[in-house]
Structures are given as structure tokens and as C-alpha cells.
């Protein structure tokens, strides 16, 4: 039988892995969330807008989701270190872009 190495440098690199994967497909789709909502579903502008937009936002949730769990994953992670700590700067990043494009969804319904 064979034994796998999970020492601290292959957890480490686990660790970059989970921060440098996760951070953009949990934040770039994120922001791409409120103006696709926006200009594409809302108030489309261009040709086919809402059914660009029926596939773009999934696939956005869709990569946010999969960099959401990549960083969270990243950020419990023991021993704790610098990627621990930028994960989780990653999440708290993440949580103010979803208070806004909350905040704006719900002040675009009620100008609805």
C-alpha cells in the first residue's frame, strides 16, 4: 500500500489552490450578477437581452457557488495562515457585493 504525503507544504498548496481558484470564481461572477440582471432581464438592452440573460445568470450562480465553496473551504483550513486570512477577506468581500446587489434588486422592484 501506497501513503499519500499530507504534510504541511502539500496542505499549503491545497490552501493557495482553494484561495487563488475560489477568489475569482466567487467575485468576478458576483459582479457580473446585478448589471446582467439589470440590462439583460430587466430592462434589455440589445436584441434577445432576456435570453442572453436566462444564460448568463445561471452561469453565473452556478461559478459564484463553486468559488464560494473553494473559499470556504480554503478559509477553515488548519494550520492557520495567510491564505486562511485572504479566504476569508475573499467571503467578507463577497457578503458586501451580495448586501448591494440585494439592496439594488429590491429598490429595482420597488420602481417596478
Known amino acids: 500500500?501506497?501513503?499519500?504525503?499530507?504534510?504541511?507544504?502539500?496542505?499549503?498548496?491545497?490552501?493557495?489552490?482553494?484561495?487563488?481558484?475560489?477568489?475569482?470564481?466567487?467575485?468576478?461572477?458576483?459582479?457580473?450578477?446585478?448589471?446582467?440582471?439589470?440590462?439583460?432581464?430587466v430592462f434589455p438592452r440589445i436584441a434577445h437581452g432576456r435570453a442572453i440573460g436566462f444564460v448568463v445568470v445561471p452561469a453565473c450562480a452556478v461559478l459564484s457557488s463553486v468559488g464560494l465553496w473553494k473559499l470556504a473551504l480554503g478559509a477553515v483550513q488548519k494550520p492557520w495562515g495567510i491564505f486562511n486570512a485572504l479566504s476569508f477577506g475573499a467571503l467578507v468581500v463577497l457578503l458586501v457585493i451580495a448586501g448591494y446587489t440585494g439592496l439594488f434588486l429590491a429598490l429595482m422592484t420597488l420602481k417596478l
Open 1 to 41: 500500500m501506497t501513503r499519500s504525503f499530507n504534510g504541511p507544504i502539500s496542505r499549503s498548496k491545497e490552501r493557495e489552490r482553494a484561495f487563488l481558484i475560489g477568489a475569482p470564481l466567487a467575485i468576478v461572477p458576483a459582479l457580473g450578477f446585478l448589471p446582467a440582471i439589470t440590462f439583460l432581464i
